[in-house]
């Protein structure tokens, strides 16, 4: 699994980061309350548990998801983008206008032959 983003997203974040600071994290929401929308938060704010994995970095800022959450995921790339919308309701990109919105691609998978 990798993680990458566009530029429209790189531009929201950019955003972000001049009016919160550069410290910022992303974390894949589960789908309890924003679905399943990438979160960004100042990393002061909040804290990764031991059950996090950081799947890579979008300019910078590190992108975690749950470990039960990867399992289901580890076969897919992900791609974060920023569309016109309303952002989760936690996230700094509430409010902006924009949202952060994952899309993914289910990657091939070939088994050992032996």
């Known amino acids: 699994m990798k993680v990458e983003a566009t530029l429209s997203a790189k531009k929201l974040l950019s955003d972000l980061k ?3 600071g550069k410290d910022l994290l992303f974390h894949q929401s589960g789908g309890c ?3 399943s929308a990438p ?3 100042p990393a002061k704010e909040y804290q990764v548990g031991s059950s996090d994995i950081k799947l890579g970095e979008i300019d910078g800022t590190p992108f ?3 470990e039960d959450q990867y399992e289901t995921w580890k076969h897919t790339d992900l791609t974060i983008d920023a569309v016109d919308g309303m952002g989760g309701m ?3 990109d509430n409010g ?3 949202r952060f919105l994952t899309k993914s691609e289910i990657c091939l998978v070939e088994e050992d032959k032996k």
Do not use: A, E
Request: hydrophobic share 35%; proline share 0%; charged share 15%.
């Open 18 to 20: 001049k009016v919160h």
């Open 90 to 92: 936690f996230s700094l």
């Open 96 to 98: 902006t206008g924009r």
């Open 39 to 41: 979160m960004c938060f």
């Open 33 to 35: 309350c924003d679905g």
């Open 64 to 66: 975690y998801m749950n």
